[in-house]
């Protein structure tokens, strides 16, 4: 078992009543439930936080290397459709 660090959390009494409730709904204890959701808005911080990054480097290559053009896109993907083995697009440049 991972080691523990002892916390206090005030709640206000309308909330508590609710992480009870819900808690009971689960099956489980009110130390679980909130254990278990503080752990997955953690883990989705996480991801967001992950997800911003990848999403911010895509944009930096985006913009050194280019882009491809919609109209460009299109043909070529109705030339897929048709059977057809289009070479790719070309990348053009990006305005910022």
Known sequence: MPPTTATSLKLPAELKAA???EAK????????????TLS???ERARLQDH???DALAA??????RGGYDWEDVKLHL???A?????ERPPLRPVAE
């Open 19 to 21: 992480i009870d409730e």
């Open 25 to 36: 709904k689960q099956g489980m204890s009110s130390h679980a439930y909130m254990v278990k």
């Open 40 to 42: 997955e808005a953690s």
């Open 51 to 53: 997800f911003t990054r």
């Open 59 to 64: 944009e930096q290559d985006m913009l050194r």
């Open 78 to 80: 109705a030339a897929r």
């Open 82 to 86: 048709r059977g057809e083995n289009p």
